[in-house]
């Protein structure tokens, strides 16, 4: 079990360790395992709550309101993603002559985590009618990297726009509030 006050230094002595990403996931296993981080993080607002970054470590707290999709990305580092509430299903890609191609999914429940490789391109949606909880921790500065997203009809790729991002949290948000 990792206190939730304790997770942020735990994945910065974490990145320290010789195997950083084996040693993250293990952190996150044990952060979700007994709930007590979700008591801790699910009081923050959907979208993306930074709990630390620096040039080596970002943590996030990625809250997704109900039914939202938010369209093909990179992160250009890697990535571990751990499911404390809901469900996150993410629909993988790979490079091709036209942009971008399907290559995958993988669904994650509470209490999953999945490891993401540097050059990993995914689309992400919450398909449940309740909010999904997920700590994000990336290997590298999440906010100042420059990266990719792609139009989610076209597939035409952009420069990744942190605050398109943040704009497509508060849709869901509001198409969600709209729906009840």
Known sequence: MVDPDLLVPACIEA???TDSRGA???VLRRAVADGKVADSLQRQT????????????????V?????????PHDHRMWAAIAIYGGREDNAFYRRADTGIVESGGK???????????????????????????AIHV?????????????????FAE????????QREFKRAEEAFAGSE
Do not use: K
């Open 138 to 154: 990336y290997g590298g500065d999440f906010i100042g990297t420059a990266r990719s997203q792609w139009d989610a009809e076209t």
């Open 107 to 133: 669904q994650l429940s509470e209490g999953d985590v999945l490891l993401l490789g540097d050059d990993t391109i995914h689309s992400v949606l919450n398909p449940a009618r309740a909010y999904t909880g």
């Open 63 to 71: 809250v997704w309101p109900p039914l939202m999709s938010l369209f």
């Open 24 to 26: 993250i996931r293990d």
């Open 46 to 61: 959907s979208g993306l709550n930074v709990l630390y970054n620096s040039a080596e470590l970002t943590v996030l707290n």
């Open 15 to 17: 990145i320290a360790e």
């Open 158 to 165: 952009q420069p990744w726009d942190l605050e398109e991002v």
